[in-house]
């Protein structure tokens, strides 16, 4: 994925678009370039590397737009950085463009200056002989694939928008319009915004226009506000978005505890099924990805244990092409931060053209997996910036409780004194998480003891497997430490060949009466072959400390909530680890924040 932004009104638009880029940084980093109109010409800046540490003073203009770059086609250098120039026009373009060779082959003498799918797009409207406008309209008829993609020309005072399957959202400040992939580009300047939806265009001059791009028609829309603060969207005092954001989660779940009960009442007045359907749900399916698959995986203990619905767990990416069985009484649950993953999506669709329900978990206001769905269940997490998933997964965990909590209610199947229980367990785990924060000395010397270690195992059973999952996904993403996850008792399986007094072995061994014990036994068969053994453990747990070669402590909860309380220091770990391997924490090389491409 790529981030995009343009500029039209009465400020400085160089200004405005090289903040607003730097703000959309965590969308691709390793090019970036701007157009800035100068009367009727361009001024064009591309340069390989992060824009954060783009420190030259651009012309000023009134119109500009930018892209930072995470590059599909073409690899990286200042020929592939868009913007892409042709004649008059100059464009910038999140998505990929399927039958670009197709169109390129047909564009006789064209010399393209790169190697990438976008810059045919330039020059199908730069040749055309047809007026701006209808030019561009023209060009994104003939595209396949998906994009977002703004475009200027030296002889217009317009910025023409055209959005399918990447997301674009134009912000509102009187006459001043400000068009970007995603809000935290332009939040500094206003909450007003409005979301492009697929196959519409905008035209921003001096209002904005939009139309469906097929039948021209006109769609008047009113802008919403956003709650998101600018504070959200800043690192505040905190070196990295990721610390600043493992940070937060104990204040979101509060927030979200407010809001989601009232006098031992869940509250999920938004969602779009009736008391029926709720009790005819026969089969609960969820589809996700990455972190947000781990948070599915841990649904699936609360919705079998909690409420005996059968519930599938699917990688969103895999669920289509096995021609899942699916009615309407399967509830589909995609559960994506950015609502914007295309295999989410893509698994979404699938579902849908099935008949099944749709209720998602969404972070991101607005976005294409909300629109798609028959309800969402907004996280309330704030924008999450750092690629690494933190905040959002404790919000997802924290969400799908209720969830469980709500359809136990509703399908008579959890005694009320167990409902508030629950309730009274989760309002607990804010305190929780502050006091895990508060004893981060643990997890810092555990970092210093570990960090040039090459490989990791992360063991867990039950409800804290997804975690040993989790554990070992943040480590080698911020850390580059290759690391695995596994249940623990699947290790004598085949894993367990690796052990050697080299490898450090991460156990998430919390108190319980179910597996407890059986992890004790795990514990031995790793310290028998000389592994290092690094606990998470209830507080209070000592014979877990006299086997571990190190021992974070968590305090005790339910079963079910384990996971969220778990999951920080295995948060805290990968990030100290990072920083100490002097890894690029918020930006991981290679990956994007939302993967908008299959
Ligand atoms: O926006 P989504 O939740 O759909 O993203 C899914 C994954 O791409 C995401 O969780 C990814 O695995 C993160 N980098 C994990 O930290």
């Known amino acids: 994925m790529c981030g ?9 638009a160089s200004e405005i678009v090289i ?64 913007p892409h120039v042709y004649n008059n026009i100059a464009i910038v373009h999140n998505g990929i463009i399927e039958n670009y ?33 209808q030019a561009f309209k023209e060009t994104i008829k003939q595209l396949d694939g998906t994009f977002a993609i703004l475009a200027i020309n030296k002889d217009s005072d317009q910025i023409l928008a055209a959005r399918k399957g990447s997301p674009l959202v134009i912000g509102i400040k009187d006459n001043d319009y400000f068009i970007a992939s995603d809000i935290p580009a332009f939040l500094k300047h206003t909450n007003k915004v409005l979301f492009l939806e697929d196959d519409e265009i905008a035209v921003i001059n001096d209002k904005i226009k939009i139309s469906n791009i097929y039948t021209n028609k006109e769609i008047k829309r009113k802008p919403m506000e956003i709650s998101w603060s600018i504070e959200e969207a800043e690192k505040n005092n905190y070196p990295h978005f990721m610390l600043k954001e493992i940070h937060e989660q104990a204040d979101i779940i509060e927030k ?34 990455g972190t947000s698959w ?44 950015s609502g914007e993953t295309a295999d989410t999506l893509a698994a979404l669709r699938e579902a849908k053209s099935k008949g099944a329900k749709i209720v998602s978990l969404v972070n991101v206001h607005g976005s294409t997996i909300e629109r798609e769905s028959d309800s969402t269940i907004h996280l309330d997490a704030g924008p999450e910036i750092g690629v690494a998933s933190t905040k959002a997964f404790t919000s997802q965990l924290t969400m799908l409780y209720y969830l469980t909590i709500y359809f136990g209610k509703v399908r008579n199947i959890l005694p009320l004194q167990q409902i508030e229980n629950r309730i009274r367990d989760i309002k607990l785990i804010p305190n929780l998480i502050r006091s895990i924060l508060n004893n981060g000395k643990e997890v810092l010397e555990c970092a210093d003891k570990y960090y040039l270690k090459k490989n990791a195992l992360y063991l867990g059973r039950g409800i804290n497997f997804p975690i040993a999952l989790e554990g070992a996904l943040k480590l080698k993403e911020v850390s580059y430490i290759h690391a695995e996850g596994y249940p623990a008792a699947e290790m004598k399986h085949g894993p367990i060949a690796l052990i050697d ?36 453990a209830t507080i209070g747990d000592k014979e877990i400390r006299e086997l571990s070669d190190f021992t974070m402590y968590i305090p005790e909860t339910s079963y079910i909530l384990t996971p969220i309380l778990a999951s920080i220091p295995m948060q805290l770990l990968a ?14 090389r290679n990956l994007a924040k939302s993967c908008t491409v299959e």
Request: hydrophobic share 35%; with cysteine.
């Open 501 to 536: 007094n080299e490898m450090p072995v991460f156990f998430i061994a919390t108190k319980d009466n179910r597996t407890y014990k059986k992890v004790i036994s795990n514990i031995e068969e790793v310290k028998a072959r000389g592994g290092i053994i690094i606990s998470i």
């Open 19 to 82: 903040e607003g880029l730097k703000k959309l940084e965590y969308r691709g980093y390793d090019s970036y370039g701007f157009a800035i109109k100068q009367n009727n010409s361009f001024e064009i800046i591309k340069e390989v590397g992060k824009i954060h540490k783009f420190n030259k003073e651009l012309p000023k203009s009134n119109i500009a737009i930018a892209h930072t770059r995470w590059s599909t086609h073409g690899s990286v250098t200042k020929e592939n950085a868009h």
């Open 101 to 133: 060779q197709e169109l390129k082959n047909k564009l006789k003498n064209h010399e393209f200056k790169s190697e990438t799918d976008t810059e045919v797009i330039a020059h199908l409207i730069g040749e055309s002989n047809l007026p701006f406008e």
């Open 256 to 289: 979200i505890n407010q809001k989601r009960v009232l006098n031992n009442e869940i509250l999920f007045s938004n969602l779009n099924l009736t008391e029926n359907e709720i009790k005819n749900i026969k089969r609960i399916v969820l589809v996700a990805c």
């Open 575 to 588: 990030y100290y680890i990072a920083v100490k391997k002097e890894c690029d924490v918020d930006q991981p």
């Open 4 to 12: 995009i932004i343009g500029y039209k009104g009465s400020k400085n």
């Open 294 to 337: 781990h948070s599915a995986l841990i649904a699936e203990f609360m919705f079998e244990e909690l409420l005996k619905i059968p519930t599938e767990v699917e990688y969103a990416s895999e669920f289509r092409y096995r021609d899942p069985i699916l009615d309407e009484n399967t509830l589909v649950i995609p559960i994506s931060q």
